[in-house]
């Protein structure tokens, strides 16, 4: 599976944007989709999952103002950031769980959120 992320940029604090990740190739064996995000200096966490059969889990920090959703017809996973902060400025990567338990990643969009 080929994963291709876009939709980042620079925004002001409480402000909002939507990233995009386009799939392609073995779409069928896809079992689940998630963003992560990896600050300066920190590890790389676990922003929102959603399963092949729509259930959705998301950080703790992002709760209630992230949500991920996911286009079938165009393959395609979204991250909608509202109310974003200072906090949320990172590289963000989507990545899919196989049935075979591979595991593929994006090049990552940066998010610059500026207070």
């Known amino acids: 599976v080929q994963l291709q992320a876009c939709g980042g940029g620079l925004v002001q604090a409480g402000g909002s944007l939507r990233l995009s990740c386009a799939a392609s190739?073995?779409?069928?064996?896809?079992?689940?989709w998630s963003w992560y995000r990896q600050a300066p200096g920190n590890k790389r966490e676990l922003v929102a999952r959603?399963?092949?059969?729509?259930?959705?889990n998301y950080a703790d920090s992002v709760k209630g103002r992230f949500t991920i959703s996911k286009d079938n017809a165009e393959n395609t996973l979204f991250l909608q950031m509202i109310s974003v902060e200072p906090e949320d400025t990172a590289v963000y990567y989507c990545?899919?769980?196989?049935?075979?338990?591979?595991?593929?990643w994006g090049q990552g969009t940066q998010v610059t959120v500026s207070s």
């Open positions: 990545n899919v769980d196989l049935f075979n338990k591979a595991t593929c």
């Open positions: 190739g073995m779409i069928f064996g896809i079992t689940t």
């Open positions: 959603m399963t092949s059969s729509g259930i959705r």
